[in-house]
């Protein structure tokens, strides 16, 4: 008979019109882990507040996760992180975690937490958004004492916009941000949860010689390493070929 061989099972909380996650995981995760995603509805425009207000249904989407009996859960949206601040953001995930018992990282906080951890101080942001989706998360950044030398957005402004662009157009798109900052810069931020940079990371690592983190490699590193899975997965970039941590033994999963 054909048993499923599911041993890990992620949660992913979505934005309502997003999609890369849920098809770029699954083709980079190890055999044996499995992800199950909740929603939360974005209302049409997609504007700053519109985000705000979508998080009203936060807690519904890890609870409907969490009646699955998910291992952890990932909180896939980079700009709604970034409107809470690093700290605002922590507690926002730990009165989740405490709700439902489930450990869950944010975006943002996998982003800070992996730039971190590669050494990462001064780096290149690109991104599809407009500029006014750059200020809270450049201020993000500098919370976590990281300096974003330069923030390059395409001026894309909806869901379907920021999930079209080809891993190609984002390789060059990055290189062309990148090319100012090469002698500064300690490496490469692509920014955004459905915006796929995760397929262009370890094409642009060999290209500049630096690390090449994604909202997707940082967020799917830190989810991974939450549920006991630290097994190196390749063809990502460095963050995620290296052995992870396993923070599954901790009481304390948001640091």
């Known amino acids: 008979m054909d048993q499923l061989d599911v041993r890990t099972k992620i949660g992913l909380v979505v934005v309502s019109a997003s999609s890369i996650s849920e098809l770029r995981y699954p083709k980079v995760a190890p055999p044996g882990v499995a992800f199950l995603t909740s929603r939360m509805m974005l209302a049409e425009g997609e504007s700053i507040d519109a985000l705000i207000k979508m998080e009203d249904n936060a807690s519904r989407a890890v609870g409907e996760l969490a009646s699955a009996k998910v291992d952890s859960v990932a909180y896939c949206c980079t700009v709604s992180g970034a409107l809470r601040g690093m700290e605002g953001d922590r507690e926002f995930c730990r009165q989740l975690e405490d709700e439902w018992g489930t450990p869950i990282t944010s975006t943002m906080l996998a982003v800070t937490e992996a730039l971190q951890h590669m050494g990462m101080n001064k780096i290149v942001v690109t991104t599809p958004y407009p500029d006014s989706h750059h200020t809270a998360e ?56 459905n915006h796929d940079g995760m397929a262009a990371a370890q094409e642009l690592e060999d290209k500049i010689g630096k690390p090449v983190v994604t909202s997707h490699s940082a967020t799917l590193w830190r989810v991974l390493s939450q549920a006991g899975e630290t097994e190196p997965l390749l063809g990502y970039g460095r963050l995620l070929a290296e052995p992870r941590m396993d923070l599954s033994k901790y009481a304390t999963k948001i640091f």
């Open 138 to 193: 450049r201020e993000y950044l500098k919370e976590a004492g990281i300096e974003a030398l330069a923030m390059q957005g395409m001026g894309l402004e909806t869901a379907e916009g920021f999930a079209s662009v080809s891993p190609q157009e984002i390789f060059d798109f990055a290189m062309d941000a990148w090319e100012k900052y090469r002698d500064e810069a300690d490496g490469l931020f692509i920014s955004c949860m």
